[in-house]
T-cell receptor, first 113, second 112 residues
Framework: AQSVTQLGSHVSVSEGALVLLRCNYS??????LFWYVQYPNQGLQLLLK??????LVKGINGFEAEFKKSETSFHLTKPSAHMSDAAEYFC???????????FGQGTELSVKP | DVKVTQSSRYLVKRTGEKVFLECVQD?????MFWYRQDPGLGLRLIYF???????EKGDIPEGYSVSREKKERFSLILESASTNQTSMYLC???????????FGPGTRLTVL
C-alpha cells in the first residue's frame, strides 16, 4: 500500500535556526506531493505542492521543499524559524491529479525564543 | 476567499447517540471530504463525495455514513456514537481538476 512517513513526531528549534521537517513516500511512480500546516485550533492550510514541474518548490511564509526522486523524499525547510511557525505540519501524497490524498502522521514544530 | 465551515467547534455526546456533523462550502466545489485526525495517525479519510447524492468510502468508513443532498453541504453521521469515535473531524472541499483541498476549522467530538 502507498504510504507517507514523516520522521519525527515532534521537532524543536530555536528562533532563527534552520527548520527541517522530513517526509518520505513509498511509490514506484512519481506522485503529487503536498505540505499542509495546521495552526492551533484551526483547519489545515496548504503550504506548497509539487506537481512534476520544478523539483524545488517555494511556498508561503518562506518555506520550501525539494522533491528528490532517488531518495523518495520531499523534505520541508525554512532557513530561519519564527515563533509564528509553531504548528503541526503534514506531508501528503496523491497518485493522480485530483486523486485521494494520503497523509503522513504529522510533525509538531516548536520554536523556542 | 475560500470558505469551508463546520457546524460546531466542540461537541460532547453520549454513547449510543446519533450524531450529525455538518460541513458547508460556498465555492461551488463538486468534491467534498470527511477526515478524522488522531495524534500519531495523521488524517484518515472516512468518506468523500464527488457530486450531489454521490458518495465513496474512504479508508475507515466503518461506523459512519454521509449525506449530500445539496452541492454545498456534506454531512457526516455517526449512527450510534461510541467512545472510539472521540476525535477531531475535518471537512474539506476541492474544485474540479485541481489538487488543492480547502479545509474547515474542525469539530472536536468527545463521546462519553
Amino acid at each position: 500500500a502507498q504510504s507517507v512517513t514523516q520522521l519525527g513526531s515532534h521537532v524543536s528549534v530555536s528562533e532563527g535556526a534552520l527548520v527541517l521537517l522530513r517526509c518520505n513516500y513509498s511509490s514506484s511512480v512519481p506522485p503529487y506531493l503536498f505540505w499542509y500546516v495546521q495552526y492551533p485550533n484551526q483547519g489545515l492550510q496548504l503550504l506548497l505542492k509539487y506537481t512534476s514541474a520544478a523539483t524545488l518548490v517555494k511556498g508561503i511564509n518562506g518555506f520550501e521543499a525539494e522533491f528528490k526522486k532517488s531518495e523518495t523524499s520531499f523534505h520541508l525547510t525554512k532557513p530561519s524559524a519564527h515563533m509564528s511557525d509553531a504548528a503541526e505540519y503534514f506531508c501528503a501524497v496523491s497518485y493522480n491529479q485530483g486523486g485521494k490524498l494520503i497523509f503522513g502522521q504529522g510533525t509538531e514544530l516548536s520554536v523556542k525564543p | 476567499d475560500v470558505k469551508v465551515t463546520q457546524s460546531s467547534r466542540y461537541l460532547v455526546k453520549r454513547t449510543g447517540e446519533k450524531v450529525f456533523l455538518e460541513c458547508v462550502q460556498d465555492m461551488d466545489h463538486e468534491n467534498m471530504f470527511w477526515y478524522r485526525q488522531d495524534p500519531g495517525l495523521g488524517l484518515r479519510l472516512i468518506y468523500f463525495s464527488y457530486d450531489v447524492k454521490m458518495k465513496e468510502k474512504g479508508d475507515i468508513p466503518e461506523g459512519y455514513s454521509v449525506s449530500r443532498e445539496k452541492k454545498e453541504r456534506f454531512s457526516l453521521i455517526l449512527e450510534s456514537a461510541s467512545t472510539n469515535q472521540t476525535s477531531m473531524y475535518l471537512c474539506a472541499s476541492r474544485p474540479p481538476g485541481t489538487d488543492t483541498q480547502y479545509f474547515g476549522p474542525g469539530t472536536r467530538l468527545t463521546v462519553l
